[in-house]
Antibody, heavy 121, light 112 residues
Framework: QMQLVESGGGVVQPGRSLRVSCAAS????????MHWVRQAPGKGLEWVAV????????YYGDSVKGRFTISRDNSKSTVFLQMDSLRLEDTAVYYC??????????????WGRGTMVTVSS | DIVLTQSPLSQPVTPGQPVSISCRSS???????????LDWYLQRPGQSPQVLIY???QRASGVPDRFSGSGSGTDFTLRISRVEAEDVGVYYC?????????FGGGTKVEIK
């Protein structure tokens, strides 16, 4: 069955970097776009970034543009989120989500359980 | 950026009763191809979000038919015809018309 397993979360100081990963299984990873969505404690959902099935098209949310980098390794069925210059307000659960198709407009048809990132001094 | 405003913020419900949640967009979500790029998600307590409705009115696979979506342009509605205990959680609308993708603030549905 389909699985998305995030990892790499933890506690990091402001200004430092962290990379989170999302390992996929149960479907042909290289056929689908992948998103990152985050949720600050007690808050709503915020879209972070998307990468196309082939890695050629990438888009970011306003609050992370220039600081975060999404990438993927189709040979390992894994999508990454490199987070640099972290801020206190980046503290959140980070979910990866699978797109139903190749377009960033396709519905998010499956989500991982998330990994917690805490930015604190 | 497109702003989505959901109402109400909270909805206490009695099992078996209907529920409606509104999502209003700051811009029309109707693409020139005739598709409204608006999806609905449910996040149950302690769980990840899951899709209920996509493209405004298409029920996702495995979603009970008591859930329905309607609307076009800037006004959308999610309806639950008869609420069950398992429907508690926070409901979010999300627009996929333009980048950045944005979510509504959420509507919490709880049992009275």
């Amino acid at each position: 069955q389909m699985q998305l397993v995030e990892s790499g979360g933890g506690v990091v100081q402001p200004g430092r970097s962290l990379r989170v990963s999302c390992a996929a299984s149960g479907f042909t990873f290289s056929n689908y776009g992948m998103h990152w969505v985050r949720q600050a404690p007690g808050k709503g959902l915020e879209w972070v970034a998307v990468i196309s099935y082939d890695g050629h098209n990438i888009y970011y949310g306003d609050s992370v543009k220039g600081r975060f980098t999404i990438s993927r390794d189709n040979s390992k069925s894994t999508v990454f989120l490199q987070m640099d210059s972290l801020r206190l307000e980046d503290t959140a659960v980070y979910y990866c989500a699978k797109s139903e198709g190749v377009s960033w407009r396709d519905v998010f048809d499956f989500w991982g359980r998330g990994t917690m990132v805490t930015v604190s001094s | 950026d497109i702003v989505l405003t959901q109402s109400p913020l909270s909805q206490p419900v009695t099992p078996g009763q209907p529920v409606s949640i509104s999502c209003r967009s700051s811009q029309s979500l109707l693409h020139t191809n005739g598709i409204n790029y608006l999806d609905w998600y449910l996040q149950r307590p302690g769980q990840s979000p899951q899709v209920l409705i996509y493209l405004a009115s298409q029920r996702a696979s495995g979603v009970p038919d008591r859930f329905s979506g309607s609307g076009s342009g800037t006004d959308f509605t999610l309806r639950i015809s008869r609420v069950e205990a398992e429907d508690v959680g926070v409901y979010y609308c999300m627009q996929l018309l333009q980048i950045p993708l944005t979510f509504g603030g959420g509507t919490k549905v709880e049992i009275k």
